[in-house]
């Protein structure tokens, strides 16, 4: 049973466009969400997060939006830069977990110039 | 945040052989995982490796499979034993990151195909 979902595995934007990438989560003991950002050949690194007590967080180009009762959550990426294309991960981890994380599968950003 | 060392970046081994994946942090670190990301799918969580004492396993992975390692607080390894195809996955090193929101920081991973 996959407890974070990421449904699509690629995505193609237009540089300069907004890139929005989805997450879905069912289980609703989760209160902390991250997005980590991952090239070839080299590991994830974190990217934004965001706490269940709020419902937007932004970091430059980066916001996450956050919609408890949906249970989703979306990256936002506004402009969309040929450095972006990666793929991105959504974690999710509930309180008291000890560092565990829950992972989505990825999504596969591509930038086209 | 803690710079990660993860040798080696990358392997091509035969079915039934060893390889033991080696992760070295520049600061001590209290705690550290070992993932796994088989091809297309997301990061699990192979095991917590505990300083001088027995790694803690998360469901579906065994000491025997996956034996670990971590003697100190910088260094821990990760060997994947007695080896088959389905084994073949990147293997990601992580350490809890300084950062109070930044959770896990990961290693460059190692790259494992076996034939």
């Known amino acids: 049973d996959q407890q974070v979902k990421q449904n699509s595995p690629s995505l193609s934007v237009q540089e300069g466009r907004i890139s929005i990438l989805n997450c879905d989560y069912t289980?609703?003991?989760?209160?902390?969400f991250l997005w980590y950002k991952k090239y070839p050949a080299e590991g994830p690194t974190f990217l934004i997060s965001?706490?269940?007590i709020k419902d937007k967080n932004e970091d430059g180009r980066f916001t996450v939006f956050l919609n408890k009762s949906a249970k989703h959550l979306s990256l936002h990426i506004v402009p969309s830069q040929p450095g972006d294309s990666a793929v991105y991960f959504c974690?999710?981890?509930?309180?008291?977990?000890?560092?565990?994380?829950?992972w989505g599968a990825g999504t596969k950003l591509i930038i086209k110039p | 945040s803690a710079v990660i060392s993860q040798k080696p970046s990358r392997d091509i081994c035969q079915r039934g052989t060893s390889l033991t994946i080696q992760c070295q942090v520049d600061?001590?670190?209290?705690?550290m995982f070992w993932y796994r990301q088989q091809p297309g799918q997301s990061l699990t969580l192979i095991a917590t490796?505990?300083?001088?004492?027995?790694?803690?396993?998360e469901s579906g992975f065994v000491i025997d499979k996956f034996p670990i390692s971590r003697p100190n607080l910088t260094f821990s390894t990760l060997t994947v034993s007695n080896m088959s195809p389905e084994d073949s996955s990147i293997y990601l090193c992580?350490?809890?990151?300084?950062?109070?929101?930044?959770?896990?920081?990961f290693g460059s991973g190692t790259q494992l195909s076996v034939l």
């Open positions: 992580s350490v809890v990151g300084k950062a109070t929101n930044e959770k896990l920081f």
């Open positions: 600061s001590q670190v209290t705690m």
């Open positions: 490796a505990n300083q001088g004492s027995e790694a803690t396993y």
């Open positions: 289980n609703s003991m989760f209160d902390y």
């Open positions: 965001i706490s269940s």
């Open positions: 974690a999710a981890s509930a309180m008291d977990s000890n560092y565990q994380l829950i």
